[in-house]
């Protein structure tokens, strides 16, 4: 069970394999190899943390190497928009243990 926390983001929790933010983060692993350059080795999302705002920005950690994490931020629009879920940001490079960091590379490139 995921525990809110009024106008920020929930606690960290276990990405499990039926959980509506596992299906997100799958669907976001070509944009996310596509962004990072490179096919990933293995895609198993670890754990994740969520924000309702005009919709939700989900916080998530992915194994995508045996000793490698990438750290992603992602927003769903409401449904009704009919908008798909956008990758806001995300970082490679990571260890199972690293602190959550992800404000370094843009989903897009700056021009």
């Not at 920020?8 to 394999?17: L, T």
Request: net charge negative.
């Amino acid at each position: 069970m995921v525990e809110s926390v009024v106008g920020g983001f929930s606690n960290w929790n276990k990405c499990e394999d039926s959980s509506e933010e596992y299906m997100i983060l799958m669907g976001a692993m070509e944009k996310l190899e596509e962004l990072a350059g490179k096919q990933f080795g293995m895609f198993q999302p670890l754990d994740f943390s969520s924000q309702v705002v005009a919709g939700r920005n989900i916080q998530a950690r992915i194994k995508i190497d045996e000793d490698e994490v990438m750290h992603v931020s992602i927003f769903v629009p409401l449904p009704h928009t009919g908008l798909p879920s956008e990758v806001k940001e995300w970082k490679a490079g990571h260890k199972i243990d690293s602190d959550w960091d992800v404000n370094r590379q843009p989903a897009e490139a700056e021009g």
